[in-house]
């Protein structure tokens, strides 16, 4: 499974942008970078999914490396509400499932 | 309405016994997942079905088995727990099994061994 590495925590203070790193670099070509959320005591949360371009939605933007070895998750203002374990997943299409990794405790100060 | 429901969310049972856990998704999907979380937090996956049909199946012992009686429902039934199988079960379920098929997940079922 092509892996991936993040910072084990960081820290934010509320109404601040996040930019939350991943690196990627045995990512193969028709691997897709998908980003879940876990707030606490809940199951995983879709955040956002790109493949080479930049994309935003609603909850975040996702920005790709040209070389795609590495991304980086943006929460635009950081609210109390987005603390939580983020988790940078390469999609592995050959067997149809998502290796999730340790993830990054995201820490939102008030 | 719950996207991804799971039936109990506490389970609490006694080493040998054998429990259920269900799982029914009402947004059409077809492809449903178990995920097993550890008292580690680490994430992983058990069984997949597309269709009815199981299309992953991680090395899980085989007193792990998942049932799949419609697409909207996937159920694990184990049998003769263990100390180890305390975790937290997540269900989850996407569209198909496309790199870009989002996967919604359920509130997760907490099974303790005593």
């Known amino acids: 499974d092509a892996k991936t590495t993040q910072p084990n925590s960081m820290e934010s203070n509320e109404e601040e942008p996040v930019h939350l790193p991943c690196n990627h670099s045995?990512?193969?070509?028709?691997?897709?970078i998908h980003w879940y959320r876990q707030l606490p005591s809940q199951g995983p949360e879709y955040v956002i999914h790109g493949l080479t371009s930049n994309v935003n939605n609603r909850m975040a933007s996702l920005a790709i490396a040209e070389d795609r070895k590495s991304s980086t998750l943006i929460l635009h203002r950081a609210t109390l509400r987005d603390a939580a374990v983020y988790y940078c997943?390469?999609?592995?299409?050959?067997?149809?499932?998502?290796?999730f990794g340790k993830g990054t405790l995201l820490t939102v100060n008030p | 309405d719950t996207a991804v429901s799971q039936t109990p969310k506490y389970l609490v049972t006694q080493m040998g016994n054998d429990k259920s856990i269900k799982c029914e998704q009402n947004l059409g999907h077809d492809t449903m997942y178990w995920y097993k979380q550890d008292s580690k937090k680490f994430l992983k996956i058990m069984f997949s079905?597309?269709?009815?049909?199981?299309?992953i199946n991680e090395t899980v012992p085989n007193r792990f088995s998942p049932k799949s009686p419609d697409k909207a429902h996937l159920n694990l039934h184990i049998n003769s727990l263990e100390l180890g199988d305390s975790a937290v079960y997540f269900c989850?379920?996407?569209?198909?099994?496309?790199?870009?098929?989002?996967?919604?997940f359920g509130p997760g079922t907490r099974l303790t061994v005593l």
């Open positions: 079905y597309n269709n009815k049909e199981l299309i």
């Open positions: 989850a379920s996407s569209l198909g099994t496309l790199t870009t098929d989002t996967q919604y």
């Open positions: 045995t990512i193969s070509g028709t691997d897709y």
């Open positions: 997943i390469l999609f592995d299409d050959s067997n149809y499932k998502l290796t």
